[in-house]
């Protein structure tokens, strides 16, 4: 049953990496299978309708709904300009005329005869989906997107903001306890992934931010600092849109926690290499991980990891709610038996032995595993 509780966090040096490009709607593939992309190239494009308005001819013109076509200038499909005459009532032989005018740039999208109500349709927006990796095409969804496969060193962190992006890793920090502080970030970090050790401070946000790195990779934030960068409280929706100029990925939690050893000696490997990254970070239902990816220089892809086994004594975990939000330890034990929690539910647990040698309980689901 563990292996229903048990999200897998990865930290993997090889691994085959499968992202799926999609578009909102229907739209444009521009690609086919066995094509070779890079992390900018379009593969799929779409134009997503613009934002209708309405114009109440019949109301302004003082009409009925099925008097308005008479008065029409403008016909569905019609493109408009902004102030153009759309519509426009004509009396006393020509000597009086009431216009109406366009509010917007656009088309016209609908007249109604029964309301008298006129839609008019801002200009479409033009949607484009980049490959985001560097890796071959291995599927094709018609109209749709594509499926981009690429092997790979996978980092997944617990906690980002910021969108999709690329860079070359460079790692500031000399141990994984260092902090990343403002002064660590130099005019030459421009477009670069800044990888740091315990923790980001407000500080080098900002300088981050000036300097124009790509992002910033830490053991965690104080969530204040993160705040106030954001300018509003951190939700527990999907993050990933924020209007940001950097992406910043937390491997461990909010605090001043140390980076994994393991998972800063993999980025100082990495370190000078083109990566990947997104802070897009779902913790609910939907897991979805802030990730680190570098495409691999060895052409041979390398075998999926299996991430079904499950948990056993001495598994590595990571746990992803209070009170031990971000912590590090170890699979104690796994009691079979349904336990009551502080909520009242009855649920499967495990006892975990923290970094400091404590022993405590915690609900299976509010741990992940930490694949290697």
Known sequence: ????????????????VRKRRRLPILGEVMVKAGDVVKPHDVVA???????????????QLDLEGDEVLEVMKKKKGDSVKKGEVIAEKVTFFGLFRSPVHSPIDGTVDNVSDVTGVVTLRRPAVPVSILAYVHGTVSEVMPREG??????????????????????TLEIVAQTNADILSGDKIKPEHKGKIVVGGSLVTADALKKAAQVGAAGLVAGGIIDQDLIEYLGHDIGVAITG???????????EGFGRINMAEKTFNLLCSLNGKVASINGATQIRAGVM??????????????????????????????????????QLATVHSLPPELQLIETGAKVRILTAKLASGEIVT????????IEG
């Open 1 to 16: 049953m563990a292996n229903a509780y048990t999200p897998g966090l990865l930290v993997t040096e090889s691994i085959v």
């Open 289 to 326: 991980r802030p990730e680190i990816v570098v495409t691999s220089e060895n052409s041979q892809q390398s075998a999926e990891r299996d991430l079904s086994s499950g948990m056993e004594a001495g598994t590595p975990i990571r746990i992803i709610r209070e009170p031990y939000f971000g």
């Open 146 to 167: 594509v499926v981009i496969e690429t092997p790979a060193a996978l980092i997944q962190g617990i906690f980002g903001v910021g969108g999709e992006t690329q860079g």
């Open 45 to 59: 494009r779409t134009q997503v309708p613009g934002d209708p308005e309405t114009v109440n001819i019949a109301n």
């Open 362 to 369: 915690i609900p299976r689901a509010n741990v992940e595993l």
């Open 241 to 251: 849109a924020e209007d940001i100029p950097i992406t910043v990925i937390l491997t």
